[in-house]
């Protein structure tokens, strides 16, 4: 019996999800945890900083803004958690697609993933995607109450799932193929990056959301390669 529409979309993120205790997806969600914590620190520290300076508040009015800048800054820091995530993700796709191949797919040939400086200008060209969209969600939000959540989820359903499903596919294809592949299969894409959208909302669970991302634009690229990509060459070969 073929798979339910409802179950093949949800697959991906299934099986993404059921390989966190692999040793390779724990040793990048330590890495990106530090990582994340780092930009937090900065970004706080910098935002204290900031009301002092401008202010130039002293006593009781000083720890008020220091209080005012940490909350500001947490919130500043949710609103561009996705842009970072994204960014940092893109460091480690190759490691996380390997080891989701070694697990699901074991029969494909080694891939041939695009170079560092190409890997790099991708994964910063998502992260500045995601910013620039979610900035727009954000005075959309301003201007009309309650528009501004559920315009950064669609813009980041967007921008997570095209970008990491290209991303993934050219270890396998040339550009030029994973966007033409993206084109072919945008519904099943924009639903998984729909879902991780969703789930960067969930404290905690955002910070796996470039780990899951990567992982399940694996499976993604699978199913749209015919649902075994070691028997449909034709789009896995450069």
Known sequence: MAPSRASTIFLPFARAAGQLDDPAFLGVVIRGIAWSAVCFIALAAGAIWA???????????????????????????????LPVAAAIGSFYIDRIAAAVERRFYPWLPPSRPASVLEQTRDGVAVGLKVLALNIAALLLAVIIPGAGLAGGWLVCAYAIGRGLFV????????????????????GAVLAQGALLAAAAYIPLLNLLIPILGTAAMVHTLDLSAGGSMGSTPRHIER
């Open 51 to 81: 009301v002092h300076g401008l202010f130039a508040l002293h006593g009781w009015l000083a720890r008020g803004g220091d209080v005012l800048g940490a909350i500001a800054a947490s919130l500043l820091a949710f609103w561009l958690f």
């Open 167 to 186: 991303a993934v596919a050219m270890r396998r294809m040339s550009r030029l193929a994973a966007e033409s592949l993206y084109r072919q299969n945008r």
